[in-house]
């Protein structure tokens, strides 16, 4: 049945209370609010749901201006006026400097993160909460497919995630965007259109326009979203299995940092343990991180053919490449991740 045969069901109090309810007794929150849909309605729910509390967080409402439409200071001060109505405290934040030509996605969600947790800071919050959806989750699992992304990508966003010391909170990650848009319309509550959401010059839009059509071969939201859950799952019991192999491993003694493991044991581990193993040390002790999965599998495979029996039985069998500001060698039967030195300078 299409869902134009029958009315969407807004978000009522009691599922706002149940979205909300893991941050009833935290101080304050800040609520990233840029007068889309969802984030409108973000606010109007964690409105209600304060509301409802005899005691519970400030809500802090805070709008990023990144300057880059003429209607974004009108769209500000709109949300600005509900928040009021609202009685929350309300705050726009204004991305200054020069833009890029290149990577501008990219670089306005790296402001707006940026901006947003030294909002929170300023607010006495340790949380930031977004108004991410299921069909955002969903998008995301697309794009990080299209780039041939490993099983920690294709999980997509986590309900929670650090960012600089704040933790980012996405409660409506399993909400469909059109629920949300109905309990607006319920409520009477306007919202803006933001027209790059559509503009095909950008990856994410091109993506999203495909998503009709991959929903009516079964690759709908609600499916995409669940295979990030199974990933997520999937990717948090690898990684217990990550901090096993390396307490089995251990870190043999090193001069200065970074880590050493036995040449065998380490081979004899499953591949997908090694490559994690060997990303979390480069990522660890490199000075140019975070190294690239694609990268760090490459390595690995460099590493198996250098510690071929063949070759490691010859004495002082070699091997030394650097990775993301690393250096990864075999030597004396063991593997070892140190920083690389600091790059010289030219001389003019």
Same mark, same amino acid.
Not at 98 to 119: I, V
Not at 162 to 167: D, H, K, S, V
Not at 237 to 251: K, N
Not at 268 to 284: F, G, H, K, P, Q
């Given at each position: ?50 509301? @409802? ?12 201006? $990144?300057?880059?439409?003429? *209607?974004? #200071? ?15 405290? $309300? ?18 969600? @790296? ?13 006495? /919050? ?16 697309? !794009? ?47 919202? @803006?259109?933001?027209?790059?959401? $559509?503009?095909? /010059? ?8 495909? !998503? ?15 295979? /990030? ?16 192999? *390396? ?40 000075? *140019? ?27 002082? #069998? ?31």
């Amino acid at each position: 049945m299409s869902k134009s045969a029958f009315t969407v069901r807004g978000i009522s109090a009691a599922d706002a209370k149940r979205l909300f309810a893991g941050w009833t007794s935290v101080p304050a929150l800040v609520l990233a609010v840029s007068g889309g849909p969802d984030s409108v309605a973000l606010m109007w729910l964690a409105a209600r749901w304060r509301a @409802a509390l005899k005691q519970g967080p400030r809500l802090v409402a805070v709008t990023v201006d $990144h300057g880059l439409r003429a *209607e974004s #200071a009108r769209e500000a001060r709109d949300v600005k006026r509900l928040a009021t109505s609202l009685g929350l405290d $309300h705050r726009t934040l204004v991305w200054r400097g020069d833009k890029p030509k290149t990577g501008l996605p990219a670089a306005a969600r @790296a402001a707006r993160y940026d901006l947003l947790t030294k909002a929170a800071r300023r607010a006495g /919050a340790a949380h930031v909460v977004t108004a991410h959806t299921r069909d955002d989750q969903a998008e995301t699992v697309i !794009m990080r497919l299209s780039r041939g992304s490993g099983i920690a990508g294709l999980a997509g966003m986590a309900p929670q995630s650090a960012r600089e010391g704040i933790t980012l909170v996405r409660p409506l990650l399993d909400v469909p965007k059109d629920r949300l848009i109905a309990t607006l319309r319920r409520a009477g509550i306007g919202f @803006a259109t933001d027209p790059t959401n $559509h503009d095909l /010059a950008f990856t994410r839009p091109r993506l999203r326009a495909l !998503m009709p059509a991959l929903a009516e071969e079964g690759a709908d939201a609600r499916n995409l979203a669940r295979l /990030a859950a199974r990933l997520a799952r999937a990717n948090a019991a690898l990684e217990r299995m990550t901090d096993g192999a *390396e307490r089995y491993l251990g870190s043999l003694d090193l001069a200065g940092p970074g880590a050493a493991y036995d040449l065998a044991a380490f081979s004899a581990l499953n591949d997908e343990i090694r490559v994690r193993l060997l990303l979390r040390a480069i990522d660890r002790v490199g000075i *140019e991180g975070p190294a690239e999965l694609g990268k760090v599998e490459t390595l690995l495979q460099a590493l198996d053919s250098a510690s071929l029996p063949v070759k490691s039985a010859r004495k002082g #069998a070699r091997f030394k490449q650097s990775l993301a500001g690393a250096i990864v060698s075999i030597a004396r039967g063991r593997i070892e991740i140190v920083p690389a030195p600091p790059r010289r300078r030219k001389k003019p």
